[in-house]
């Protein structure tokens, strides 16, 4: 989605990716489904070393509740972890009408 978005940004007049509030959350589903990604798959492959480890218990040890459990737990921890990216993340002004999404910088005085 945020490839999309930065596509069309480069390529026609849309510059959804760089307007404010979607530069935050193109950010923030970018950080998430990339902490998604990888944890599904260990969850997955935890599953299925539990099933070849413990042939006679998989009934027991993985149902569909228990993965479903699992999913959202991971879920949830992903977007608690990555909440920073709402606030961290501005678009600025780089020019006359132009905004960019990038990191915001703080001045401490």
Same mark, same amino acid.
């Given at each position: ?48 070393? &539990?099933?070849?480890? #413990?042939? =006679?218990?998989?009934? $027991?040890?993985?149902?569909?509740? *228990?993965?479903?459990? +699992? ?8 977007? &608690?972890?990555?909440? #920073?990216? =709402?606030?961290?993340? $501005?678009?600025?002004?780089?020019? *006359?009408?132009?905004? +960019? ?9």
């Amino acid at each position: 989605m945020q490839c999309l978005a930065s596509h069309l940004s480069i390529v026609s007049t849309v510059q959804l990716y760089n307007k404010p509030g979607w530069c935050q959350l193109f950010s923030y589903a970018t950080y998430v489904t990339s902490f998604l990604s990888v944890w599904f798959v260990v969850a997955f492959s935890f599953e299925r070393y &539990l099933m070849i480890r #413990f042939p =006679l218990k998989r009934y $027991v040890l993985c149902r569909p509740r *228990r993965a479903r459990l +699992v999913v959202l737990g991971i879920t949830g921890l992903g977007l &608690l972890l990555y909440n #920073f990216a =709402l606030w961290t993340s $501005v678009s600025t002004g780089a020019g *006359r009408q132009t905004h +960019v999404c990038q990191v915001r910088r703080h001045t401490h005085s």
